[in-house]
């Protein structure tokens, strides 16, 4: 669950897979690279104005806390540096580690 920012979200990372669940409602799912401090998301699905759009994204990552500021879906520019997660005109998030541990019955 994002821990700072101007909206609220849930960053699901299995493999190279995401989903960004907005407490909202909206619902972002697809595929993602990464170099040091930069990822390329491939919206997959998604709102119809965003899905099939690229996002060329910062992040970066200390211990269990990694702060991510997306550009414009389907922009050629990345952003170059991190917002304060208070502007409410970037979406720049921090999101903290939550680690599940499995339950058997």
């Known amino acids: 669950?994002?821990?700072?920012?101007p909206r609220e979200a849930r960053l699901l990372i299995a493999g190279n897979r995401?989903?960004?669940e907005f407490i909202s409602g909206d619902?972002?799912?697809?595929?993602?690279?990464?170099?040091?401090?930069?990822?390329d998301m491939l919206i997959e699905e998604g709102p119809h104005e965003h899905?099939?759009?690229n996002s060329l994204c910062i992040y970066h990552l200390?211990?269990?806390?990694?702060r991510?500021?997306?550009?414009?879906?389907?922009s050629t520019r990345?952003?170059?540096s991190f917002p304060d997660v208070d502007d409410a005109r970037f979406l720049s998030l921090v999101f903290r580690r939550v680690r599940r541990t499995n339950r058997r019955s």
């Open 1 to 5: 669950m994002s821990v700072a920012g």
């Open 18 to 20: 995401f989903t960004i």
């Open 27 to 39: 619902l972002y799912m697809g595929t993602f690279k990464l170099t040091p401090g930069q990822m």
């Open 51 to 53: 899905a099939g759009r």
């Open 62 to 66: 200390d211990g269990g806390v990694l």
């Open 68 to 74: 991510w500021c997306p550009g414009r879906p389907g």
């Open 78 to 80: 990345r952003p170059d």
